[in-house]
């Protein structure tokens, strides 16, 4: 028999699930994808169906397969990644969820996380142990929600009988057999996601999840990012082949974008911005609003690090003014009508929709659009729309300067908005270092790819994928200092006009 010639990995984002089938070369063979629904039954709160979810990712695996005209037989191993913190419960004798995913946007634990920094220390009651603040974001906290909420699932929880993931764990557990002999396990970035992993031993806290109230039993086996967790389930599309990689979404795509050395950073546009900066086997505590996060490890070898500037709106704001404006019918759209206008006219707008995260953490603010006068047209609100992006990704980056205490040069860019080229040019002009775009833009499921093929020798390590990673498109600064300075000054007295917004008594 021929020797596999592809790795398949599965990518379970916010809004999409899709297969994507890779040669040895590391390009891209096959795709198939699915959206699914996003439930909002409040203000502020986000959800997922985990069945729909599981539906979905058979039927792009099986699209993919078949586009790429190939069997589980062409497959050398299966890599998964995911969106990250949204949590899943469910029952592990059912199979069934016990309530729908909740998602990383959703900001109903506002007040359990408020309560659990009540204790002692605020937000930074953790952070020490796991990279993190007490904010909404998390997965521990929505844990706690579910057991509180649903009926029944606290004393489920106690019997053992249920079991916690975030999407990665489902799909895996799934995969394997689901409830006839499911494997229920994680890698270590996610599980760096929940709040209650030690970032030194790899290991579940006992003691914050003590204080949240969930069970241990009720938590995956941690493991690394790039080794055989189990196969695909007998009468699965891939029946047989190996799952041997999960890394969270945006380690995946720093795995990817081949960042592997300390002080190489990847920044990923998509529903939010995530930038991440290897910070090696180090642990490095952020004094500047960024979070501490492991950023891979594989198989037996050292576990390596990362600091992440997470912004929770930055396409999303384009859905938005698609979906809820129609002020656009497709997110490309938006780059034509802001190119019908030279500036944004004044307009600034701070898509605070889920508080702030990177480097605010504030939870208390909500969205703003400022600098409003009669000249504003929808050209100059597009063109405010994407700066928002540009502008908050630069907050970011200081940030990162600022924790590392070395100054970025460059930033690979990928994710669904590094398409938009007035995006590109304007965040070239206001960070003041180049842009840089690789020519596979699917960096998440190759980086899965990556860590799957590595750990069954499809791949031989990081040198492979920083052979095949190769330049598209680069964007230098183009913009006088005193520009750059003046807009970013305007920006940041925007964003404080978004603070104090939730009183009490506001829903
Ligand atoms: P995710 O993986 O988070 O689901 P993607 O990386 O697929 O997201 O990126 C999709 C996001 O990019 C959407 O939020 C969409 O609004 C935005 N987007 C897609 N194309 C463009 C474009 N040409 N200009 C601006 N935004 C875009």
Redesign the pocket.
Known sequence: MADPKYVLAI?Q????TRAIVFDHGGQLVATGQKEHEQIFPRAGWVEHDPAEIWDNTREVVGLALAKANATAKDLASIGITN?RETAVVWDRRTGKAVYNAIVWQDTRTQKIAEDLGALGGGADRYKAKVGLPLATYFSGPKIRWILDNVDGAREAAERGDLAFGNTDSWVLWNMTGGVDGGVHVTDVTNASRTMLMNLDTLSWNEDIAGEMGIPLSMLPEIRSSSEVYGNDREGGLAAGVPIAGILG?QQAATFGQACFEPGHAKN?????NFMLLNTGTEIVPSKNGLLTTLCYKIGDQDAVYALEGSIAV???L??WL?DNLGMITS??E??TLARTVDDNGGAYFVPAFSGLFAPYWRSDARGALVGLTRYVNKGHIARAA?EATAFQTREVLDAMNADSGVDLTELKVD???V??EL?MQFQADILGVDVVRPKVAET?ALGAAYAAGIAVGFWQGEQDVIDNWAEDKRWSPDIADDERDRQYRLWKKAVTKTFDWVDDDVK
């Open positions: 990518d984002g916010t809004t999409s969106q979404d990923t546009y998509g529903t939010g930055t396409g999303s384009i859905q698609r997110a490309p938006i780059e994407l994710g669904g908005m398409q938009d995006l998440t």
